[in-house]
């Protein structure tokens, strides 16, 4: 996976239910070098494209397709995740039909609650 994108190893995929990641945040991925480099912290924006294809992931597991995000309703960010972290992200199916699902999503480290999103929004391609 690209070291900005996504996560690296899928560690649990129930379809119809949900599915678990983790990504390790190296001190060597570029963003860090303008990213407030005296005080590294993995951009949220980054945070919620892990939690967003980990979603993907976990609907197409079910119906395939290009399953797009489209919406995020109340996502929170707690904490600050740095290099050296081990990210642990979730999702649990709330809702689907054929072209349009919704997930929950949470992103941990250590443990630690450092972001959520009570829903995910997603459309399949072509379903919109």
Same mark, same amino acid.
């Given at each position: 996976?690209?070291?900005?994108?996504?996560?690296?190893?899928? $560690?649990?995929?129930?379809?119809?239910?949900?599915?678990?990641?983790?990504?390790?945040?190296?001190?060597?991925?570029?963003?860090?070098?303008?990213?407030?480099?005296?005080?590294?912290?993995?951009?949220?924006?980054?945070?919620?494209?892990?939690?967003?294809?980990?979603?993907?992931?976990?609907?197409?597991?079910?119906?395939?397709?290009?399953?797009? +995000?489209?919406?995020?309703?109340? $996502?929170?960010?707690?904490?600050?995740?740095?290099?050296? =972290?081990?990210? =642990?992200?979730?999702?649990?199916?709330?809702?689907?039909?054929? =072209?349009?699902?919704?997930?929950?999503?949470?992103?941990?480290?250590?443990?630690?609650?450092?972001?959520?999103?009570?829903? +995910?929004?997603?459309?399949?391609?072509?379903?919109?």
């Amino acid at each position: 996976m690209d070291e900005l994108t996504g996560f690296d190893r899928l $560690m649990e995929l129930v379809p119809g239910e949900g599915a678990s990641a983790e990504r390790a945040i190296t001190s060597t991925s570029s963003i860090f070098a303008t990213h407030f480099p005296r005080f590294p912290v993995l951009p949220g924006v980054l945070l919620l494209d892990g939690l967003a294809r980990l979603g993907a992931v976990l609907l197409e597991a079910d119906v395939p397709g290009d399953w797009q +995000l489209v919406a995020v309703e109340q $996502m929170k960010f707690r904490h600050y995740v740095q290099p050296g =972290d081990r990210l =642990d992200l979730s999702v649990r199916l709330l809702a689907r039909s054929t =072209d349009a699902a919704e997930v929950s999503a949470r992103a941990e480290v250590a443990g630690r609650l450092v972001a959520s999103a009570r829903t +995910l929004r997603f459309a399949r391609e072509g379903g919109r």
